[in-house]
């Protein structure tokens, strides 16, 4: 069994500490836009072009930074019934969440982007829902109160966490995602942006189905060119004009249970990107995987495993401990240049007794890195709420223009805004407010696939092992 004890905060500052000058401390003031269940994720952005962000989820946006006035980008026609203690029924808005009794999604909508893709000046709004569902696009009617035009730009958006963003770096986002066994991105044609959006696929078709978890792109190789992460490796992108669609493909066991969204961030300060991500999803897990400068036989980069939260109190420094963490997502909170990680429990990921510790606070949490002498890092978590959690989507924007950036989150227990606030403090009242270390052998757990595997179930069904996954 691994020791531990306990470490004083005086012991922690002698290899990494925060600077005394930063007495300034961080908060969020939580608002609950709407207690139904629509979304499993939710963003930010200025779709009435007064300037400042709005927040959408599911049906409805709200106009910024208030968000008291709400607008129907589609009709809000799902309803489900419950079955009362009484014998009765009730029929309520939305998806089957937090007011029912049994594991149910919001098919139609699990992740929100924001774009203005027919170049009219107003924004517009990209979906995906449950993985093997359609990408909508919903065209901006350019202020008209009524619901937006729909169109379906892509058949069948396969994994847990796609994205949206620039992969091929000519200057415009793509939607990346696996879809038909392969990795792959989909683009439009800018000129005609209402007409299917073709797939191009990176990968060779393997064992990625519809619910294959983990996902991200970042340039890993530092090469200038964006890779994609999955769980069991990245992959290389080939310098433009290169006879070869395919991209290669080097194994790498980043998440052998299954994330979220993944990371290419270089936490240490040495030069070389690291990897960010949760460990399983739908069990225990948060770490970085630490960039080796020894290099394979192949020439290709080594990685280190850090595991910094797990399934006991004792696996973190801090003593902190949840699971189900489906959605993660890296912001410099506290404006200090480093960037940090914001993560939570997703609410009943699997429903209700699906998943380990299914009625466990709904938490979430934003994890300040903290560089010290030696290459040494620290994850200092902060709690920001006890009673929201996750979906599969944090979407993040400066929403009041005050520098600071605030969150908003949809899952089963509904839409919040968390937004962003400092107080400065005293050296002693700030000093009191930082966690407690508990746990100095705590992190960096080396966990192989057999140990994740007991520590949190099986993967979902077409999600393979890295190990099944053959190398390129």
């Known amino acids: 069994m691994k020791s531990t004890f306990l470490l004083s905060v005086a012991t922690l500052a002698a290899s990494i500490s925060v600077p005394a000058a930063d007495h300034v401390l961080h908060s969020f003031k939580k608002l609950h836009l709407d207690k139904y269940y629509w979304s499993e994720g939710a963003n930010f952005g200025d779709l009435n072009r007064d300037g400042k962000p709005d927040a959408i989820s599911g049906p409805y946006w709200w106009e910024g930074p208030r968000f008291e006035k709400r607008h129907e980008l589609y009709p809000p026609t799902t309803t489900f019934t419950l079955k009362k203690a009484d014998g009765t029924d009730e029929k309520l808005p939305g998806f089957e969440g937090v007011f029912g009794k049994k594991n149910a999604y919001s098919t139609d909508n699990f992740f929100t982007f924001v774009h203005d893709f027919n170049g009219d000046g107003w924004n517009d709004v990209l979906t995906f829902g ?47 995602c ?45 090469d200038g060119r964006m890779d994609v992460l999955e769980r069991g490796a990245w992959w290389e992108q080939p310098k433009a ?13 980043f998440s052998p249970g299954g994330g979220a969204q ?21 069990g225990y897990g948060l770490g970085w995987y630490e960039q080796l400068r020894a290099k394979d036989a192949d020439g290709h980069p080594q990685f280190k495993t850090h595991v910094f939260m797990n399934k006991e109190p004792s696996e973190n420094r801090y003593g902190v401990a949840f699971s189900q963490l489906h959605a993660v997502e890296l912001v410099d909170v506290d404006g200090d240049g480093l960037k940090d990680i914001v993560t939570g429990k997703c609410f009943w990921a699997h429903g209700p007794a699906g998943d380990p510790d299914p009625t466990a606070p709904a938490v ?9 002498a030696g290459g040494k890092v620290d994850w200092v978590p902060h ?16 929403v009041n223009g005050d520098g600071k950036p605030d969150l908003i989150i949809g899952n089963k227990k509904g839409t919040y805004v968390f937004l962003h606030e400092t107080r400065k403090v005293s050296h002693e009242e700030w000093t009191k ?12 757990l080396q966990l192989k696939f057999d140990e994740v595997i007991q520590r949190t179930g099986p993967p979902r069904p077409n999600t393979p092992s890295p190990q099944a996954i053959p190398a390129k």
Do not use: C
């Open 130 to 176: 449950l993985p093997g569902t359609p990408a909508y696009l919903y065209l901006n009617p350019q202020g008209k109160e009524q619901h937006w035009e729909r169109h379906t730009v892509f058949d069948a958006v396969d994994n847990e966490s796609p994205t949206f963003a620039d992969l091929t770096g000519d200057g415009r986002p793509e939607i990346i």
């Open 178 to 222: 696996n879809s038909d066994g392969t990795f792959g991105y989909a683009a439009p044609d800018w000129k005609n942006v209402t007409a299917k959006w073709p797939f191009v696929s990176i990968s060779g078709k393997g064992p990625w189905g519809n619910f294959n978890h983990g996902l991200g792109l970042g340039d890993v190789n530092g």
């Open 241 to 253: 004009g290169s006879a070869s669609a395919t991209w290669t493909r080097h194994p790498a066991a």
């Open 262 to 282: 993944m990371f290419a961030y270089d936490v240490n300060g040495d030069g070389l990107n690291d990897v960010i991500t949760s460990v399983a999803a739908h």
């Open 364 to 372: 979430l949490y934003w994890f300040q890195l903290v560089r010290g």
């Open 383 to 398: 709690l920001i709420d006890d009673d929201s959690g996750v979906g599969r989507q944090i979407g993040v924007a400066d």
């Open 433 to 444: 407010a930082q966690p407690t270390v508990k746990y100095s052998a705590a992190g960096d």
